[in-house]
């Protein structure tokens, strides 16, 4: 796999220059994860397939409700 170290940046000419960009950091990653989960999931809500567990701050579908070995199940990947 082929991963780019920084962008292309367009020139007012139309030519287009690579600019090398440092690596994220680790807080910074995991602040695009927590990002990108709270915008996942609203949409999931909108869209009625996820519904919010009142006591936890995840997502919780109706599969979990299915007994207690799907409860074990997800509290042991949580």
Known sequence: ML???GVYIERPGGSLRFRWVK???STELA???QTLARRIGRYLERQGLLERDAENSYL???DLE???TEQLLGSSIT
Request: glycine letters at 20%; hydrophobic letters at 40%.
């Open 23 to 25: 690596a994220p950091t």
């Open 3 to 5: 991963l780019l170290d």
């Open 66 to 68: 299915a007994g207690p």
């Open 60 to 62: 919780a579908g109706d």
């Open 31 to 33: 602040g695009l994860t």
